[in-house]
């Protein structure tokens, strides 16, 4: 997870080993070394190598620690304000911590009651104690969402919840019985039925239940009705399971952003939809620690359509810690929680590479121009880009930057932020050769003659009228209806039923 933090925040030659990390730039580093007296940090500046004095018991607390650092500076490239964001005084430390002053040392204690932990940092420095103090009962796969948003010292202490350390229970399966209704005494078991040994919880009663179990490449969300149990979603890891229970059983207090100009479910910008005949699958690339996440769910048993809104609600709540769900969901009666962001639509690399590559011209507006560049920044920084795309779109920046060059004109804001991201090495690349963008962009590549062929939801759709099958295309303000094969594939009436999603073959006679 640091490694992907220090690559994000342009830390490309940091060290992170298991004994040492190591960051920064050709002047000013810094380095976390594991020796027995602790995790201690060192400072090199020209040359000159110091001790802070900051020393960590854990190196958990450590990683934190660094984790900490780097998110201020993803804070002020996203333009968010780092002077506030995170404690600054010792006598303002969160419930659950602790703060003495001796001499020049200040030593920052979290405890735990269940089970019983003690893990001790001390610095000579009393605002950077204040700053772990913040983060010191969070978990580092937190720290990055909280850190990002615009009142993150409250984020931090919602996500400051408690975490089980069993591995015979899910990660939070304390806040999540609470939220869900189950008896504080015993959060993951039901009356009178046997716990299975792969269950890591359960929630419900005797008749229906939602169970959390290891599957054979995952994680299971299973429902039992009345002794009959199925799978209804699988997930990669076992908190994206959490999340989808949030999902089913606090369905009506998640609202989702809507765009009325798409007819699709609406998944949020970053989410890939990779969906067949036979289930529906997301995928998307963890915020945390950069790896490719999916969720699954199955075509469900007629009568039992609703896992789907659930899957998707579940999309945009997919960064958010789930101990923070659980405290915005139980903080206040019925508490409605609205995830930020767009809905996201997804387009093939020859889609992408098409709205990328128009030039400044070729746009609607200056608006849409600058929205389909920072598109792009965006999938290359978060390492999102389809390799396919990547040659293309460096040529035509290369492009567009010598012709304003040579041309004697100002080279335009929008490329010139473009232009450093393709001068050295390619980045890592999606394993995919689709990416989940803003709409805007999908418009400016249907716009200019390509349409997003079925699989790609879902900027085109297409409807049998009549004899002929009908495309029509999102214009950006309505849809536009275009016969035959014009703006892609025809479909013929069977299949045009599924992909729109009507409840039967003969709706239409």
Do not use: K
């Not at 932990?117 to 104690?129: G, H, I, L, N, P």
């Not at 984020?155 to 408690?162: D, K, R, S, T, Y």
């Not at 994206?240 to 949030?246: F, G, K, M, Q």
């Amino acid at each position: 997870m640091l490694r992907n933090l220090l690559a994000r925040v342009g830390f490309d030659d940091a060290t992170v080993q298991p004994d040492r990390v190591e960051f920064g730039d050709l002047e000013t580093r810094f380095r976390y070394d594991v020796l027995p007296e602790g995790v201690v940090e060192r400072g090199f500046s020209r040359g000159v190598v110091t001790e802070t004095g900051t020393v960590f018991d854990a190196p958990e607390d450590a990683a934190r620690y660094i984790a900490l650092q780097a998110v201020r500076e993803l804070r002020a490239a996203e333009g968010l304000s780092t002077e506030e964001w995170v404690r600054r005084t010792v006598d303002d430390v969160p419930a659950g911590t602790s703060a003495t002053v001796d001499g020049s040392v200040v030593t920052v204690t979290r405890t735990s009651d269940d089970p019983p932990e003690q893990s001790r940092f001390s610095v000579r420095r009393s605002r950077d104690a204040a700053a772990f103090a913040t983060v010191a009962n969070v978990e580092l796969e937190s720290i990055v969402w909280c850190g990002l948003q615009a009142d993150s010292i409250r984020a931090f202490e919602l996500a400051g919840g408690p975490r089980e350390l069993s591995t015979d229970d899910a990660p939070h399966a304390p806040a999540l019985g609470h939220l869900t209704g189950n008896r504080p005494d015993a959060p993951a078991t039901l009356d009178g039925i046997r716990r299975g040994p792969e269950t890591l919880f359960e929630c419900g009663d005797h008749e229906v239940a939602l169970l959390i179990d290891r599957g054979p490449t995952g994680v299971d969300l299973i429902e039992r009705s009345r002794g009959t149990e199925s799978v209804v979603a699988s997930c990669s890891h076992v908190d994206d399971a959490e999340r989808l229970v949030i999902a089913f059983r606090r369905s009506t207090d998640i609202t989702i952003p809507l765009d009325a100009s798409l007819a699709c479910p609406q998944l949020p910008v970053g989410v890939v939809d990779a969906s067949d005949d036979a289930a529906a699958v997301f995928t998307w690339r963890s915020l945390a620690d950069g790896e490719t996440r999916w969720v699954r769910r199955l075509v469900p048993p007629s009568g039992r359509s609703f896992a789907s809104a659930a899957v998707v609600r579940m999309m945009w709540l997919r960064d958010i810690p789930v101990n923070a769900i659980v405290a915005m969901l139980v903080e206040h009666d019925r508490a409605r929680l609205q995830p930020a962001g767009r809905p996201g639509v997804t387009l093939s690399a020859e889609a992408l590479v098409r709205a990328f590559t128009r030039g400044r011209t070729g746009y609607r507006d200056d608006a849409q121009s600058s929205i389909v560049c920072a598109e792009l920044r965006r999938l290359v920084v978060e390492n999102l880009l389809p390799e396919a795309c990547w040659e293309p779109v460096r040529s035509a920046v290369h492009g567009t930057h010598m012709d304003s060059w040579s041309s004697g004109l100002p080279v335009d804001d929008r490329y010139e932020r473009l232009w450093p991201l393709f001068e050295g090495a390619p980045p890592p690349f999606t394993d995919t050769d689709v990416a989940s963008v803003d709409p805007e962009v999908a418009v400016a590549a249907v716009e200019y003659g390509v349409t997003v062929v079925s699989g790609e939801p879902r900027v085109t759709r297409r409807v049998p009228f009549g004899a002929e099958p009908v495309i029509e295309v999102w214009g950006g303000s309505s849809w536009l209806a275009r016969p035959g094969i014009a703006f892609g594939r025809p479909l013929d009436r069977p299949a045009a039923v599924r992909l729109a999603g009507w409840p039967r073959p003969d709706a239409f006679g």
